[in-house]
Nanobody, 119 residues
Framework: QVHLVESGGGLVQPGGSLRLSCTAS????????WGWYRQAPGKTREFVAT??????NYADSVKGRFTISRDDAKNTVYLEMNSLKFEDSAVYYC??????????????WGQGTQVTVSS
């Protein structure tokens, strides 16, 4: 069993920054792909960013403002969020995939952390 726990969410003003963290624990083999997703009230969960060993991918809506990174020694993934906008408000979820081949889905999900952008 692998558990993912997110932290770092909170209330921030437009233009501000937050750094989310997600740490995996339990029977971890090797996390090859990490992802961040978000879900706003009344909307479906949407892709934010993924990171493989060295390759990153971002949703167009966050490109240039968000940065995903990973620390494999700590089994942790980060999401640095800058220039936050009202529309970035959502519950942010991290996800992890173990194994060499990734078909686009994740094996493990965190419980989510709330990010609210408000003046």
């Amino acid at each position: 069993q692998v558990h993912l726990v997110e932290s770092g969410g909170g209330l921030v003003q437009p233009g501000g920054s937050l750094r989310l963290s997600c740490t995996a624990s339990g029977s971890i083999k090797s996390i090859t792909v990490w992802g961040w997703y978000r879900q706003a009230p009344g909307k479906t969960r949407e892709f934010v960013a993924t990171i493989m060993t060295e390759t990153t991918n971002y949703a167009d809506s966050v490109k240039g403002r968000f940065t995903i990174s990973r620390d494999d020694a700590k089994n942790t993934v980060y999401l640095e969020m800058n220039s936050l906008k009202f529309e970035d408000s959502a519950v942010y979820y991290c996800a992890a995939h173990e194994g060499d081949t990734w078909y686009g889905s994740f094996d493990h999900w965190g419980q989510g952390t709330q990010v609210t952008v408000s003046s």
